[in-house]
């Protein structure tokens, strides 16, 4: 608390009488506490009282384009989870993209942004320019990115001839490499055939052997796509890590005997466990959120929901399909997820600020 | 025994030094692949573009015409509406919405920073959930509130420039709050301390000491409200219905969105869009930079 005005009070005292000082701090205080109103009564309905709107409207059976505020309890959440309607068959489809999503494009961005930070690290000549080239994409609107990276992904065919990615496969005569790219409607799953299948069944998991608990490999064009985007910023907050770690720790691990590696294992990825927490939990709530990027790039359909993901079914549930009750409560779904990842993050910010 | 082991560490050296830009020109190349991709479309002429076999290739004579019907769009088939209104709906949200949003971050940094109440921290981190915030979970009560908020007010909010503008100043109050906040909070309170001493109040002690001190914190955050709201889609989507409001991020969408435009165009379209905050992050990069930092709440 030593930042606040508390710590000038007992200076000003001396100056002023009692009384007069009271009132000018007293005045001061709602002023400022005035001054800051406007923002509170704003965020507070617009994020909170939204909130609680949205998950009153997604209790309702509002699922046409004439309100309906009748109240029908968890049935909205109730169709995306059982049932076997198509809204349930979409969500848990939606749910496994969004794993699949999550896991490689934050293991990815990690791999590549620290890889990319500890080369850069290494006193290079140009760095400047390399570190421009690896962070531009941050500055570009996922919209572009997505325009940008199905005109590369296009899969074209044999007939027509092949296009971007696949053209260039071709010519090097990697045939076996062409893939169908976002339009692949494959699910990689274990087939309830296969001896691992069989066990599954054995021990009773046999609901694991199912294309909901695949991986679409559609998904693999959108993490090549966002992380494009996100892992220069993933290389950036690593190298200013990094740079933040004093250079007399190596040099004395060094002295003590530690090899480069030995530097790393034992000095800076430990240092980094800060650095790393608040790249995954920044780089999940994006993945989370997703929907601009898969939008561009897919036009928002797929064959077999296999580039769906949440934030796209609320948005075209709700506003192609006026389904708003249904819709509301995957938004409520998707805050969820989110605020499971964000809320301790903040409090652990907070706490670790205030010491 | 020195020069000997010297002379054989030497070439090692080199050898891992030259894998090692190797593998950062690798991934330079990766990260322009879409630059080249862009360009070398968008010059093309649309018969060129035609041929699918030369995508990778540069355009035999440099053409213009792609930028030009991104631009103005074309009336002849295929008949394409250009980027032109959108870009100008851009620049006409994103001007008042960043300086408006950065002044209310300003003035709400200076409060949680150097006048922090009881709770104040509390509502703070309870702002800063408002950064994180999936606006899918209140876009439904959005849309509604804006579209009936002409009824009550006579203000039409719904699919108007004023209306985004709003948005993207609420929606923006927590990372502009946060990245000034975090930037008074370093300054010395002794040097308001003293100027309190000598009579400065509320106003004072902020225009006369704070406001002069800020210029960086100002840069970071125009730069990154600018960049967040030019590249914002969702709100541009849901809260504008026609193309007289859409920003270009939307226009974008639907010329690239309908497969009868060629390459070329939506190329030079997508290049058209990217090129405003692209410019920002050439020339004021330093700034672009500790805007992202402070994005993940490091000051």
Request: charge should be positive; include cysteine; hydrophobic fraction near 55%.
């Amino acid at each position: 608390m030593s930042s606040t005005f508390e710590s000038a009070a007992g200076v000003a005292v001396v100056n002023m009488p009692k009384k007069r000082w009271w009132r000018r701090q007293n005045w001061e205080r709602i002023v400022s506490i005035l001054i800051l109103m406007p923002s509170i009564i704003a965020l507070a309905i617009f994020i909170y009282a939204f909130i609680g709107w949205t998950g009153f409207i997604s209790l309702t059976a509002w699922n046409s384009s004439v309100p309906d505020f009748t109240f029908v309890g968890l049935k909205n959440y109730a169709r995306l989870f059982v049932g076997g309607s198509t809204d349930m068959i979409r969500f848990h489809y939606d749910i496994r993209n969004e794993v699949g999503f999550l896991i490689l494009f934050v293991g990815g961005c990690i791999i590549i942004g620290f890889l990319l930070a500890t080369l850069l690290d290494r006193k290079i000549r140009g760095e400047s320019i390399f570190r421009s080239i690896f962070l531009f994409p941050m500055a570009i609107s996922f919209i572009v990115t997505g325009v940008a990276w199905r005109w590369i992904l296009t899969p074209g065919t044999q007939e027509t001839g092949w296009v971007g990615i696949n053209l260039l496969l071709t010519n090097l005569g990697l045939d076996h490499l062409r893939s169908a790219w976002f339009t692949d409607p494959t699910v990689l799953y274990i087939q309830p055939t296969t001896p691992l299948g069989q066990f599954l069944g054995s021990i009773g998991l046999g609901a694991l052997a199912a294309p909901d608990f695949g991986y679409a490999v559609a998904m693999t064009s959108i993490v090549i796509a966002a992380g494009w985007q996100m892992s220069g910023y993933t290389m950036a907050l690593y190298l200013a890590g990094i740079r933040s770690i004093p250079d007399e720790l190596r040099e004395a691990a060094r002295i003590d005997g530690a090899s480069e590696w030995g530097v790393y294992r034992y000095i800076i990825i430990p240092l980094l466990r800060p650095v790393t927490l608040t790249v995954v939990v920044i780089l999940a709530h994006i993945a989370l959120k997703i929907f601009d990027l898969v939008y561009s790039m897919t036009g928002g359909v797929s064959a077999g929901f296999a580039t769906d993901v949440p934030a796209l079914n609320m948005w075209k549930t709700t506003f192609d399909g006026t389904q708003f009750a249904q819709g509301a409560s995957i938004a409520i779904i998707l805050l969820l997820m989110v605020g499971v990842l964000i809320v301790p993050y903040l409090v652990w910010q907070t706490r670790q600020e205030a010491q | 025994m020195a020069a000997p082991f010297k002379s054989s560490a030497a070439p090692r050296w080199r050898w891992t030094r030259l894998l090692l830009y190797a593998f950062l020109l690798l991934f330079a190349i990766w990260y322009l692949t879409p630059v080249y991709i862009i360009l070398m479309a968008s010059f093309k002429s649309q018969a060129e573009a035609m041929q699918m076999q030369n995508m990778w290739l540069p355009p035999h004579i440099l053409g213009f015409k792609s930028f030009q019907i991104a631009w103005f769009g074309s009336t002849e088939p295929p008949a394409t509406l250009g980027l032109e209104q959108g870009f100008w709906n851009s620049v006409m949200l994103v001007i008042p919405a960043t300086l408006i949003s950065t002044f209310i971050g300003s003035i709400n940094g200076y409060v949680l920073a150097k006048w922090k109440f009881r709770g104040a921290d509390l509502i703070f981190t309870l702002m800063l959930f408002g950064m994180f915030l999936p606006y899918q979970s209140i876009l439904i009560p959005l849309v509604m509130t804006y579209q009936n908020f002409a009824k009550f007010t006579g203000i039409q909010l719904f699919s108007t420039i004023p209306g985004l503008v709003v948005a993207h100043v609420i929606y923006g109050i927590p990372i502009c709050t946060l990245i000034f906040r975090n930037y008074y909070a370093q300054l010395p309170t002794e040097m308001i301390e003293a100027a309190r001493i000598d009579g400065a109040n509320f106003f004072s002690v902020y225009r006369r000491i704070l406001l002069p001190l800020s210029q960086p914190a100002f840069v970071v955050v125009v730069i990154w409200q600018f960049t967040s709201i030019w590249n914002d889609f969702l709100f541009g989507v849901t809260l504008a219905n026609t193309p007289k409001v859409y920003p270009i991020t939307v226009s974008l969408n639907n010329i690239a969105g309908s497969f009868h435009v060629p390459y070329n165009v939506q190329m030079a379209a997508a290049l058209l869009t990217a090129l405003p905050p692209l410019l920002l992050y050439i020339f004021l990069g330093r700034y672009f930079i500790r805007g992202l930092m402070a994005g993940s709440l490091k000051g």
